[in-house]
């Protein structure tokens, strides 16, 4: 409207969004984003003119705009309750607010009093916000300062005009910030009036649109079309102001066409890009609405269904409710937690990390085996054939292993409460005595003691538990607890952390599907306790018969039954399995085996799965006893029959590459392995037993000791030199044996006149004691006899015969204490061809244990004080006593 008093123009404004800038002569439709908008234009007419602002990022405004021309109102009809209203205008001109001089007036006032009380200051506003409600005014003054590009373009003449236009576009890119006086106006119109483009615009849409508005519509008028067309083109483009721009400057009334055609395609492939964007939206928003109207359709249907007891389709655990006997496997508490939590997981967003928590959760709950375990075979014959079947040797554990299936099949047998069993199938049963809702009695624990194979690498552990399992017909499961740290990893992490699990134990168990397998716990020697827990405290409640029938893992926060389980340990060294786990097993040792053992395990075991491995016939390649113990002799130097096995995986290797080159009428049908081709085949000899022994020097002393890795020998040596009073000790030994070796030197020292140590001053000599092998550490007590000899040998510089060899523990006062690991021992002494071996007396009873073909080969030496062993090596007497077999 016009004020005539002052002569002012007062127009309609409406803000726009940058990316939305239109240029003069375009035709634009824009929709509103509310009715305000829409009926702030009822009443214009045709020709009213209003103008646009374009707002910056952030709060700021754009100090050029454009004079409209107002065309037409749209009510645009849609399915939803909301209607949308659109204004259809042509730009004009673009104007700059700044030299107009911009005043914003209250609607809530009379415009004409306002407008006199604003008018001082009408070139820099210093309005407040509260005025900022949409009218724009500018001064007449100013309503005609300024280039109307549209005429200028249409009359060629008119350069100057375009030129000036350009110009003023061009400084477009600096907006009013908000904290400057002249915008504070602005800030209330902003954020009161925001229409939005109108979507989904098409090339066929605009064109459509020029022809129903323009001005020029005849055929004299169509390079003023084109241009209009031109206009409206860039003013759709959702693009930024710099590339807009581009386009606009590029116009030119001799390339009109070709730029209708450039802008015809970009705009094309920009709607295209958008279009695609919106459809892909509006397809996942389609699914993520689709997916939850099905949910609940079937939630409604699943209700009515179970209401007049249709069956419908279930999971495994469904179905095995309804089953009479099966529902017997999930205990009463277990169906509860498993119904709160799949409701708690229906009522949960599917795409929520909680509800996938939480599923997880009930199908770990669901998978385990709780009451189902595995019909039991109680056969003791059957498990006698199959101990002898797998291992060869081993007497005395295997009878040992016979009495611990014999005890288990004995309770099974004769118990008093016979328990309630329901058959599942051919192989599974339910076990009514697990889960016993309330209080268990002490009848029902499982008091077989758990058992734990104590020997070194390679001698059977691991394959022995196998053969229990199938001696009893049961399922077997492995747990490594070597270098395990965390309790978490037994007990399992609570359901709230992020990838959240149960414990080993219970994934065996869900591994091995029912809640009786055969359990071996591996090397329970390793285990570490660090700042995350004590594993092996965790495992007290595993292997304590009166806990395991409630044991607690984390993440089900529910007691689980182990007490049908069988449970068998091993470790490789004795002292470093957890004292308060030695407490809850039974120690089963396994020694290293003898030469004979190993070529009969070789002959009978190993030889024939090598030949499978690489697929070979049965019997290709033949090898005698003296070979094989050649082999043992001088290619392996351990307590089992690892390296041995790769020896053989080795030559048998070999030949199957002699084989396949070979052509196929001098392929032979077997391959004889002698003693001269072993150079070839695998090498030259790592040990040489013969010599290794024959060299005596004074100070030299063969003492044995017992590992993880079962009996070796170890020559301890003694130099003494001149220098300050000091004994130095090398080789890796630990506290107990530098005590050990401090021992020795007192007693010797103190009793030097006792054993012929004359004009020997101990104040001006130092002596160093070492022992070889200084990368592998040392201990024990065991070397203080060999330690005393030494120093005594280096000491009357006379050597020590190199077949005897000693263990036992000395006192200040020269007794020999009891030692460990005198088997292992035995086996290093017979393989370094020691023949003579001191032992303390009070070891005498554990020669019972010692294979005769190791027996055979020493003679044992009892003793209760070192004076008998001085007596023996120095004085050349007769032993006390002598034990030979």
């Not at 591994?511 to 285990?527: C, F, G, H, R, T």
Request: glycine share 6%; with cysteine.
């Amino acid at each position: 409207m016009v004020n005539e008093k002052e002569n002012k123009l007062i127009l309609n404004t409406v803000v726009l969004k940058t990316k939305d800038l239109v240029f003069p002569g375009s035709i634009v439709e824009k929709e509103f984003l509310n009715q305000d908008d829409y009926f702030g234009f009822v009443n214009a007419k045709v020709g009213d003119s209003f103008a646009i602002l374009f707002q910056e990022k952030g709060d700021g405004v754009n100090p050029y705009g454009v004079f409209c021309s107002f065309i037409k109102l749209v009510n645009n009809k849609t399915t939803s309750k909301k209607p949308k209203y659109s204004i259809i205008f042509k730009v004009k001109s673009f104007y700059e607010a700044e030299e107009l001089g911009l005043v914003l007036f209250d609607d809530k006032k009379s415009n004409d009093g306002v407008y006199e009380e604003l008018l001082p200051q009408m070139k820099i506003s210093e309005l407040m916000e509260k005025y900022g409600y949409g009218k724009i005014g500018f001064g007449t003054q100013g309503t005609r300062n300024y280039v109307d590009p549209f005429d200028a373009i249409f009359n060629i003449e008119h350069q100057e005009s375009i030129g000036k236009m350009v110009e003023l576009f061009n400084n477009l890119s600096k907006p009013i910030e908000n904290d400057s006086k002249e915008s504070a106006t602005f800030e209330g119109l902003v954020f009161t009036n925001k229409p939005y483009s109108k979507e989904n615009v098409t090339i066929k849409w605009i064109y459509d649109l020029v022809n129903k508005y323009s001005e020029f519509n005849s055929e004299n008028n169509k390079i003023y079309k084109d241009k209009e067309i031109f206009f409206t083109l860039i003013s759709y483009i959702k693009w930024d102001f710099i590339n807009k721009r581009s386009l606009f400057d590029e116009f030119n009334l001799d390339s009109i066409t070709d730029l209708l055609g450039k802008i015809s395609e970009l705009i094309g492939l920009s709607v295209e890009i958008s279009q695609k964007v919106q459809n892909n939206m509006n397809t996942k928003l389609s699914l993520q609405q689709k997916e939850f109207i099905l949910r609940e359709k079937v939630k409604v249907l699943q209700e009515e269904l179970s209401n007049i007891n249709v069956p419908i389709n279930d999971d495994d655990y469904s179905k095995d409710l309804k089953d009479s006997v099966r529902s017997q496997i999930y205990p009463d508490s277990v169906k509860t937690i498993i119904a709160e939590e799949t409701k708690r997981s229906s009522e949960m967003m599917p795409v929520s990390p909680e509800a996938s928590i939480s599923k997880t959760f009930v199908s770990t709950l669901k998978k385990l085996p709780w009451r189902k375990t595995q019909k039991e075979f109680l056969d003791i014959n059957f498990a006698r054939k199959t101990l002898d079947k797998y291992h060869y040797g081993l007497d005395k554990v295997k009878e040992r292993i016979i009495e611990y299936i014999a005890v288990i099949i004995n309770q099974k047998l004769n118990a008093k409460n016979t328990e309630k069993k329901l058959e599942l199938d051919k192989e599974n049963e339910v076990d009514l005595s697990l889960f016993k809702e309330g209080i268990q009695s002490k009848e029902t624990f499982n008091n077989v003691p758990i058992i734990c194979l104590v020997g070194p690498p390679g001698t059977g552990k691991t394959s022995l538990s196998k053969t229990v399992a199938e001696a009893l017909k049961r399922k077997f499961i492995k747990i490594s607890l070597g270098g395990v740290h965390d309790e978490s990893e037994i007990r399992g992490h609570r359901r709230t952390y992020v990838g959240a699990m149960p414990g080993k134990i219970i994934k065996g168990i869900l591994k091995a599907e029912v809640s009786n397998p055969v359990v071996l716990l591996d090397e329970i020697d390793k285990m570490a306790s660090t700042n995350k827990g004590d594993p092996a405290s965790a495992m007290l409640e595993v292997l304590d018969p009166e806990q395991n029938t409630k044991f607690q893992d984390h993440y089900l926060e529910h007691e689980y039954d182990l007490s049908k389980a069988i449970f068998i340990a091993t470790a490789n060294y004795y002292e470093n399995i957890p004292h308060a786990l030695i407490d809850r097993v039974e120690v089963i040792e396994l020694s290293s085996y003898t030469l004979t053992e190993k070529i009969n395990i070789a002959r009978k075991h190993l030889l024939p799965k090598v030949i499978e491995q690489v697929g070979l016939k049965e019997n290709f390649f033949k090898i005698d006893d003296k070979t094989i113990e050649y082999i043992i002799k001088h290619y392996t130097n351990e307590a089992g029959v690892r390296g041995l096995k790769r020896i053989l995986d080795k030559i048998a290797r070999k030949f199957t590459l002699r084989l396949l080159e070979t052509k196929d009428s001098q392929k032979p049908d077997s391959f004889t392995i002698k003693i001269e081709d072993l150079d070839d085949l695998i090498g030259v000899i790592i040990y040489k037993r013969e010599t290794e022994l024959e060299e005596e020097k004074p100070g030299t002393v063969n003492g044995l000791a017992y590992t993880s890795y079962g009996g070796s020998t170890l020559q301890i040596e003694v130099n003494i030199y001149p220098g300050k009073e000091e004994i130095k000790i090398t080789g890796s030994l630990k506290d107990v044996m530098r005590e050990s070796a401090q021992i020795s030197l007192s007693y010797v020292r103190s009793n030097a006149e006792k054993f012929g140590i004359k004009d020997f001053d101990f104040d001006k000599n130092t002596i160093h004691i070492h022992v070889p092998e200084g990368a592998v550490p040392k201990d024990g007590p065991s070397a203080g006899v060999t330690f005393t000899t030494a120093l005594i040998s280096a000491l009357k510089k006379t050597s020590v015969p190199s077949n005897y060899g000693m263990t036992g523990e000395i006192t200040l006062r020269g007794k020999v204490l009891e030692i460990g690991g005198l088997k292992e021992k035995s086996f290093a002494a017979s393989q370094k061809n020691i023949n003579y071996v001191f032992i303390p007396e009070a070891n005498v009873k554990n020669l019972k244990d010692i294979p005769n073909e190791i027996k055979k080969t020493i003679t044992y030496i009892p003793v209760k004080n070192y004076e008998e062993i001085y007596d023996i090596i120095f004085n050349k007497k007769k032993p006390f006593k002598e034990i030979k077999s």
